[in-house]
């Protein structure tokens, strides 16, 4: 008997998984290795939209509005949160500096190139959080990837296990209801904006009044 014939052999389609994986992790090193030698892993790394994980990227009034929200709303030495909105990290992070400490809750592993501040983050799992982080954020900023109710009330879980004081939350105004009773908050004049023009109309929610912050 041939000692081959006791390994078991993968079928095509979990080969090529399989290589797929090992291709995205090649390149994500790749990626890291790169940034580190040219000293770049504080830029702002645009990576494409992943419409399958419904990854629409804000335009750059919508970054600054933000970032302005953060520095007039949080302390020196505060805390933020921002839950699926990956490319408000850099430019938040670039403007305030050490002011404050910065947390990305991404389920896309290709924004862990800012780690430490990278927290791998499934909805579906939104008490799945590192030790120590429950009711410490200052601010907490959060953009659900799907508008669906299961998404936004899962979404609200993990925005009432780390907020302490102030929370910020964009998306469809189809979903206004849901994110009123779930999460007490008024709906803002301001109105985020993609750089893709998107079918849905989108709104800002907040828990204090973010438009008087951003006159």
Not at 19 to 27: C, H
Not at 192 to 201: F, M, S, T
Request: hydrophobic share 40%.
């Amino acid at each position: 008997m041939d000692e081959d014939d006791d390994i078991p052999s993968l079928s095509a389609e979990t080969f090529a998984a399989l290589q797929e994986f090992y291709a995205e992790q090649d390149k994500r090193q790749e990626i890291l290795n790169k940034l580190e030698a040219d000293k770049k892993l504080n830029e702002n790394i645009i990576f494409e939209e992943n419409w399958q994980l419904s990854q629409f990227w804000y335009n750059e009034a919508t970054i600054q509005a933000l970032v302005q929200v953060i520095e007039k709303s949080v302390p020196n030495g505060g805390k933020v949160a921002l839950i699926s909105c990956p490319t408000l990290f850099v430019p938040a992070k670039r403007h305030m500096g050490n002011r404050i400490s910065l947390s990305l809750l991404e389920y896309d592993r290709r924004f862990e190139i800012h780690a430490p501040d990278y927290i791998f983050y499934d909805y579906n799992i939104p008490d799945k959080l590192p030790q120590g982080l429950e009711h410490t954020y200052d601010l907490v900023i959060a953009d659900p990837p799907f508008l669906a109710e299961e998404c936004i009330q899962k979404t609200s879980e993990t925005i009432k296990l780390l907020s302490k004081d102030k929370i910020v939350v964009c998306t469809g105004t189809v979903m206004r209801e849901n994110i009123e009773k779930l999460l007490n908050l008024k709906i803002c004049e301001f109105e985020p904006q993609h750089r893709n023009n998107l079918a849905n109309e989108f709104s800002c929610y907040a828990n204090f009044d973010l438009d008087a912050v951003l006159r």
